[in-house]
Nanobody
Framework: QGQVVESGGGLVQAGGSLRLSCTAS????????MAWFRQAPGKEREGVSC????????SYRDSVKGRFTISRDNAKNVIYLQMDNLKPEDTAMYYC?????????????????????WGQGTQVTVSS
């Protein structure tokens, strides 16, 4: 079983940008669908975005469409989440997750029950 480690969180003003990274190790990265989730205090964890193992399929929850972009670099075993025009409601702990050959459909946001490998999270705080 491999592991994933997130980085890149921080404090930013509304309208600003951050880029999160998630580095995987101990797994055949090119065979894994990767996803980002987030959890705000007092709320359930929700899927933000996913990217298929080849990078050709992506999905975003409606509230981040047009602002967030997911990408992956299979040569470096890393995925990114570029977050632009951040809003206070984006404040949450952001988690990276991985699952082998999991479908990532543009019509569906990822669900946490579908992913087996999880990171520890990185905090994103957006001030108004």
């Amino acid at each position: 079983q491999g592991q994933v480690v997130e980085s890149g969180g921080g404090l930013v003003q509304a309208g600003g940008s951050l880029r999160l990274s998630c580095t995987a190790s101990g797994l055949a990265f090119e065979h894994y669908t990767m996803a980002w989730f987030r959890q705000a205090p007092g709320k359930e964890r929700e899927g933000v975005s996913c990217i298929g193992w080849s990078g050709s399929s992506t999905s975003y929850r409606d509230s981040v469409k047009g602002r967030f972009t997911i990408s992956r670099d299979n040569a470096k075993n890393v995925i990114y989440l570029q977050m632009d025009n951040l809003k206070p409601e984006d404040t949450a702990m952001y988690y990276c997750a991985a699952d082998r050959y999991r479908a990532c459909l543009s019509t569906m946001t990822p669900h946490q029950s579908m992913y087996k490998i999880w990171g520890q999270g990185t905090q994103v705080t957006v001030s108004s």
